[in-house]
């Protein structure tokens, strides 16, 4: 079956743009998860979805990210006022209810910030 | 905290050799440990997981890993290399502490690179 796919593969922008970034997680899994991968800090956790709702932000760098999650689907992680310091891989993951051991990941978006 | 270390940044062996691929862990709680890989340009996959069963784990392409406590390791292991083994892993360990959420804190990654 499908796995988790993200939207873009790719994106450049410049700084102080916003951009939103898309995750489509495996059908019918509850939890999802964002990570960021990046040279210097290896890869860290940002935000957990339970359905619609996010039991933890933690990772969360700063104000200037946030996410949502609509229809216990699609995810959006939108970095406002982006710098060069966001830039990175975004990893999304998701997992099928009660086995949160077990993320899929997917392919990534390479965040380029100029 | 929990947290795992990978000893290696960087290991190097001939196709048809053993792997080892390092890893220690700190946990107050019976950890969750796993093993993904990541090759050039593709997402992670998870290799195997360890969750307080058998402590000898096996997982694809035929890599294995053993749950140590006293030693508090889970190192990574498969008995001959391939040349499709040549990726970057992570030792990676669920973050009981803040729930049953499920986050994943990873290791800083190991290269393997295979030589032919």
């Known amino acids: 079956g499908a796995g988790v796919s993200q939207s873009p593969s790719n994106k450049v922008t410049e700084k102080g743009k916003d951009v939103e970034l898309r995750c489509d997680p495996i059908s019918g899994h509850t939890a999802l998860y964002w990570y960021r991968q990046s040279l210097g800090q290896g890869l860290e956790f940002l935000i957990y979805f339970q359905g619609n709702s996010a039991p933890d932000k933690s990772g969360l760098p700063s104000d200037r990210f946030s996410a949502e999650r609509t229809g216990g689907s699609v995810s959006t992680l939108t970095i406002q006022r982006t710098q060069q310091e966001d830039s990175a891989v975004y990893l999304c993951a998701s997992s099928a209810e009660g086995t949160t051991d077990t993320q899929y990941f997917g392919p990534g978006t390479r965040l380029t910030v100029l | 905290a929990q947290s795992v270390t990978q000893l290696d940044s960087h290991v190097s062996v001939s196709e048809g050799t053993p792997v080892l691929l390092r890893c220690n862990y700190s946990?107050?709680?019976?950890?969750?440990l796993f093993w993904y890989v990541q090759h050039p340009n593709k997402g992670l996959q998870l290799l195997l997981k360890y969750t307080s069963a058998a402590t000898l784990v096996k997982g694809i392409n035929g890599f294995e890993a053993e749950f140590k406590k006293s030693e508090t390791s889970f190192h990574l292991t498969k008995p001959s290399a391939h040349m499709s083994d040549a990726a970057e892993y992570f030792c990676v360990v669920s973050d009981h502490l803040s729930g049953n959420t499920g986050k994943l804190i990873f290791g800083q990654g190991t290269t393997l690179q295979v030589k032919p």
């Open positions: 946990s107050s709680y019976s950890p969750s």
